[in-house]
Each structure stands twice: as structure tokens, then as C-alpha cells.
């Protein structure tokens, strides 16, 4: 292929991944990617898992009612810093729901709590390194920025515990746990923009949100 014939389709490439996936290809050529920085695991982090806990936070199974919140659909890939995708990688994420409040006995809300969202979820990439979750906008709760928690074990390969944020929400400039990541490309990394995407469910955001391992 002539260079300029790649060049265009790696324009198109670079197009078409926006929404979905950053472009591998212009990490390629800045050299190794931006690994994902560890974040603290929370306290909030299941006590024990709850029955339904697929990649859809927004039902819950045998309930009629949709979670409250705006559904956002998160999705990515689990990389290594070469690019590469990690195999047989377990994604999972926890958040609390509309209202601030975790699914969990040491959140003092937790008789107020949303019973029709999930609150935690797994699942494993599929063949070609994707993970993606249907669950809500993650909202501010007393001192945190809007975050989704993210746990991801590699088998044999390594493990991260981090958070996801979202772009443009005043409060993460006064986020004490964003702001710990001293790193400025490590903490946009970790900083995801929420788009409308209608074409995927009607009313719901998308964002994308590469995980990179340090292997
Ligand atoms: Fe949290």
C-alpha cells in the first residue's frame, strides 16, 4: 500500500475509533502508551456480590424498573503499554447510584438506596480485548468528583485497581484522589469525555476508556 493510501486509512481508522477507542496508532508512534495510574480501592468495594452482577448496572434481574440516572455506556480495551490487548482480562466496575449512595453496608444511605441499579458489575473482554458496561452517569457524592471505580485482573499478567472521571465536572479540579495523580498525561488518562449517542440507545452517553496495564 502506498504511503499516502495508509495514511488515509489510518485517518479513517482514527475517525471511526474516536468515540469507541483512542487510536493505538498514534500511541504507536509516540512510543510506549500512558500506563493507567492506580487509584485506591474505596471503602466501598462489594462486601459480598450481589446476585445480578453482568455488564448491565442499569436493570437488575427479575425487576420491571430501570435504574435512576442517564445511561452511559462505558467501553474500552484492556491494553498492555505496547498497544497489545490482554487476553482473558476481567473488567470489573462499582459506583454508587443517582443519589450518592454505594450498595454497600458501610454507606450510612443504604436504606435509601436505588434497588434497581445493579451498582457493581463483570465482565471478561471478548476476543478482541473489549469490555464494555451499560451503567449510569456517575454523579458527585460528599467530597468526590463523579468517578466510577475500575478493578481489572489480568490472569498471569498483572492487575490495576483505579477510578474513571468525566471530563468537564467543576469538581475534579478539587478532587483530592484525581489530583493525586501528579502525572498530568497519566491523570487525562484517566479522565474520560461522555458524548451523546443516541445511535446507541436513545438519551444515553458513551465514553471510552482504554485501560493500560504496566506490563
Ligand atoms: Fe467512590
Redesign the pocket.
Known amino acids: 500500500m502506498s504511503p499516502i493510501r495508509l495514511e488515509r486509512r489510518r485517518v479513517l481508522i482514527g475517525v471511526g475509533a474516536t468515540l469507541m477507542a483512542p487510536s493505538v496508532v498514534s500511541n504507536a508512534v509516540a512510543g510506549d502508551l500512558v500506563v493507567t495510574p492506580g487509584q485506591t480501592e474505596?471503602p466501598?468495594y462489594p462486601a459480598s456480590y450481589p446476585a445480578d452482577m453482568d455488564a448491565d448496572l442499569v436493570r437488575v434481574k427479575g425487576r420491571a424498573a430501570q435504574a435512576v440516572g442517564q445511561v452511559t455506556h462505558i467501553s474500552g480495551r484492556v491494553l498492555d503499554k505496547r498497544g497489545e490487548i490482554v487476553r482473558g482480562a476481567m473488567v470489573e466496575i462499582w459506583?454508587?447510584d443517582a443519589q450518592g449512595i454505594y450498595n454497600h453496608p458501610q454507606d450510612p444511605g443504604l436504606p435509601r438506596r436505588d434497588a434497581a441499579f445493579q451498582g457493581y458489575g463483570r465482565v471478561e473482554v471478548d476476543a478482541s480485548g473489549r469490555y464494555a458496561f451499560r451503567t449510569i452517569r456517575p454523579v458527585a457524592y460528599a467530597g468526590?468528583t463523579p468517578?466510577i471505580?475500575f478493578k481489572v485482573h489480568a490472569p498471569g499478567v498483572g492487575r490495576l485497581t483505579t477510578?474513571m472521571y468525566v471530563a468537564g465536572e467543576p469538581q475534579n479540579a478539587r478532587d483530592g484522589l484525581l489530583r493525586s495523580i501528579r502525572d498530568a498525561r497519566a491523570r487525562e488518562s484517566v479522565i474520560v469525555r461522555l458524548e451523546r449517542a443516541d445511535a446507541v440507545e436513545a438519551g444515553a452517553l458513551a465514553g471510552s476508556f482504554d485501560i493500560v496495564l504496566a506490563v
Request: charged share 10%.
Open positions: 474505596g466501598y459506583q454508587c468526590r468517578h471505580h477510578q
